[in-house]
C-alpha cells in the first residue's frame, strides 16, 4: 500500500460515472475502534442504491461499500478483542469499503477463522448472513417446502439455493440466462424459469397449481406483483431488495385472498446485537467450511475500476460474488 491510502469517493449521486479515486489519508484509530488494511472487498447491490441516491448516505462527498475483509494494523483504547496482525472481516457497516485503509468500531467486526481467505469472507459475509437470516430466521421454511427464488444465480441467490436446498427446500429460481439457469441449477437450484414474461404461469405449473410457500423477490419493481400471485395460502412474500427499482405499494386486500403474509428484511436489523452478528457469521463460515456452501467469485475488479463493477452489476452481467482488490 502506498503511504497515503486511496478510497472510492462520490461527491454527488447519479450513475457509476460520479465513482473516482482519491487519496483520503490515514486515519488513526479512536476508543474502540480497528484500523483495517483491507485485502477484498464485497460489492452488494446496497453500494448501487447508495450510488444511485436510492438510499440516503449519511452525508456528501461520501465513502461506498458495506462488506470487507483485511488485517487490524492498528487499535485504539479499549479494544481487547483484537490486535495488530488479526484477520478479521465486516458486512452490513456504513457506506465506505471501497478503501485501501478502514476505520470501524471494534464490534461490528468479525475473526476470520483459518481456511476462510480475505477473498472469499469479503465475497460472502454481507450476502451469507443475509441469507442466514432470511431462510433461519425471517419466515420459516421445512424440507419438502417448495419456494421462488429470483435472481438464482446472483451474489446471495446462488447461496440462498445453497442454503435452502441443505434444508431440503425444493427451490424453483428465475435467472435471465440459460447460463446463469446452468449455474444456479449447479448450486442447489431444482427447476429453473429462465426470463420474467411467464414466472407465475409456470410456478403455477411446476407446483400443481398450489405455489410456494415463500416468494424471495430480491428484484422488487418488475416482479413482486408475479410474486405474490406465485404464493400458495398462508405463502409469504419476503421482499429483500430493489434490483430493478421500488417496488409499488402493496394494497393490504391482495393479500386476503391467499391469507397471505409480507416482509420487507434489512440485514442490519437481524445482526445488530454482535451475539447475533457473530453466530450469523459463524453459521456462514461452517456453511463454507463444512462444503455444504460453494462460493462462486464470477468477477473480480481492482478498486480502483469500481465504476466498471457497478456497470456489470446493474446490467445483469454479473453472477455469483464480486469483489474489488485494493
Ligand atoms: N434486505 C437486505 O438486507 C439485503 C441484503 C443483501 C442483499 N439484498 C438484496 O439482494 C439482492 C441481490 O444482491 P446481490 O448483491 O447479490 O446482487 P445480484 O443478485 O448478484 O445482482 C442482481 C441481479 O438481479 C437481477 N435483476 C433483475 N432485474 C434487474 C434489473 N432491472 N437490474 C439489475 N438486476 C436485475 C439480475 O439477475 P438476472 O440477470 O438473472 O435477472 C442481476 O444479476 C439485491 O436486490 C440486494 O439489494 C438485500
Known sequence: MRSMPSAIRFDRTGGPEVLYLAEVGSEAPGPGQVQIRQRAIGVNFIDVYHRSGLYAVPGLPS???????????????????????????????????????????????????????????AAILLKGMTVEALVERTVPVRSGDTVLVHAAAGGVGLLLCQWLSNRGVRVIGTVSTEQKAELALAHGADEIVVGHDDFVARVRELTGGRGVRVAYDSIGRTTVPGSIECLALRGALIAYGNASGKPEPIDVLT?????????????????????????????????????????????????????????????RQTSGATVLLP
Open 255 to 315: 393479500l386476503a385472498k391467499g391469507s397471505l403474509f409480507v416482509t420487507r428484511p434489512v440485514l442490519f436489523h437481524y445482526i445488530a446485537e454482535r451475539s447475533e452478528l457473530l453466530a450469523s457469521a459463524r453459521a456462514v463460515f461452517e456453511g463454507v467450511l463444512s462444503g455444504g456452501l460453494r462460493v462462486h467469485i464470477g468477477q473480480r475488479f481492482a478498486l480502483a475500476d469500481a465504476a466498471k463493477a457497478h456497470v456489470a452489476l446493474e446490467s
Open 63 to 121: 465513502g461506498l461499500g458495506s462488506e470487507a475483509a483485511g488485517v487490524v494494523t492498528a487499535v485504539g483504547p479499549g479494544v481487547s478483542e483484537f490486535k495488530p496482525g488479526d484477520r478479521v472481516g465486516y458486512g452490513g457497516s456504513a457506506p465506505g469499503a471501497y478503501a485501501e485503509q478502514r476505520v470501524l468500531p471494534a464490534d461490528r467486526l468479525v475473526p476470520l477463522p483459518d481456511g476462510i481467505s480475505d477473498e472469499l469472507a
